[in-house]
């Protein structure tokens, strides 16, 4: 009697340990993934996060599942995903703006090389130096002896203090060293439709935001923040070539997974990430938004990473900028 009952519960651990065994073979994915996007329905973030997914999920034949946690600048968002599982079904849509709050604010909630694993970047999104028709200067360098000329005269609009659309202009300042006021506003929508009003002089947006009024001519571009012209406005020079070698200020979007996941998984998910931005289609609606697709390796995007954090944190310290 003992003997089989010995035998029976073996039997039962083995064959336990089968369905383990078969549960930790299984393909991945075998289960929809979430990707958890820091922003609200409908912007430039969040349509290039759903673009990613629905073309993700065609080419893992598994769901990508959305999932929009908006509010406290993106610390809702960065925690979930922070302290879920690190098995690759959770992953996290990043902006740039995840490399500035680390020195814009002391109460970040996340250590970004520690606390999650880089996949790949996805995209680059440059801003537009815009300003307001009835400015005399027609080209950048106008713009910038025409400040240097009037200090402290010249007023621009961004979507709030610590915004890449007001760090660009400061880049801006540091390398011309014009003087101009910043008028901060709550979103780049409300900033760029003063600067239209003529409220404010001048006003960095991104290409996206300012598709309308490039289109109507209600602004005029002098600048892009890239490192390269944006097929957009091919017409319109950069920073870099017109007024310092390698001034930019971009803003740009990512794959997280928390930290800890396999390399079997990020592996997979870099390769069919870089592989989808290739494609015709995405290419072309990205370019609606004003956005050019990136690859990179998964070392790569962590090299990117690191980079980022430390150069701005050098500027925004520099400036003595803070939103606490």
Not at 106 to 135: C, G, Q, R
Not at 146 to 168: D, F, Q, R
């Amino acid at each position: 009697m003992t003997r089989t009952i010995l035998a029976g519960i073996a039997t039962s651990l083995l064959m336990i340990g089968g369905v383990f065994n078969a549960n930790a073979a299984d393909p991945y994915p075998s289960r929809p993934i979430r990707m958890v996007i820091p922003f609200s329905p409908g912007g430039s973030n969040d349509v290039i996060g759903r673009i990613v997914a629905q073309k993700l999920t065609a080419r893992l034949g598994m769901q990508v599942i959305v999932d929009n946690r908006g509010g406290a600048a993106g610390a809702i968002a960065i925690d979930i995903v922070k302290r879920a599982t690190p098995d690759g079904y959770t992953m996290l849509l990043n902006s740039s703006g995840i490399v500035l709050t680390p020195a814009l604010s002391s109460k970040v909630n996340y250590d970004l090389l520690n606390d999650f694993t880089p996949v790949t970047i996805i995209s680059s999104v440059p801003m537009v130096l815009l300003v307001h028709p009835s400015m005399a200067a027609n080209t950048i360098q106008e713009f910038i002896s025409y400040a240097k000329a009037n200090p402290g005269k010249l007023s621009y609009g961004s979507a709030g203090t610590g915004n890449i659309t007001h760090l660009g202009v400061l880049l801006l300042q540091q390398a011309t060293g014009i003087d101009v006021v910043h008028v901060p506003y709550k979103g780049a929508g409300p900033a760029l439709i003063d600067a239209v009003a003529g409220n404010t002089n001048f006003v960095m947006s991104t290409l996206a935001t300012a598709a309308g009024v490039l289109k109507d001519k209600r602004m005029k571009p002098l600048a892009v923040t890239g490192l390269t012209r944006s097929p957009v406005i091919k017409e319109v020079p950069t920073l870099s070539e017109s007024v310092q070698q390698n001034l930019s200020a971009t803003t740009w979007q990512g794959i997280l997974l928390p930290a800890g996941a396999s390399r079997q998984v990020v592996e997979k998910l870099n390769s069919e990430i870089n592989a989808l931005v290739q494609e015709k289609e995405v290419i072309d609606r990205f370019a609606v938004l004003g956005a050019s697709p990136l690859r990179s390796s998964a070392d790569e995007y962590r090299a990117y990473l690191n980079t980022e954090l430390k150069r701005w944190e050098k500027i925004i310290q520099g400036a003595g900028i803070k939103i606490d």
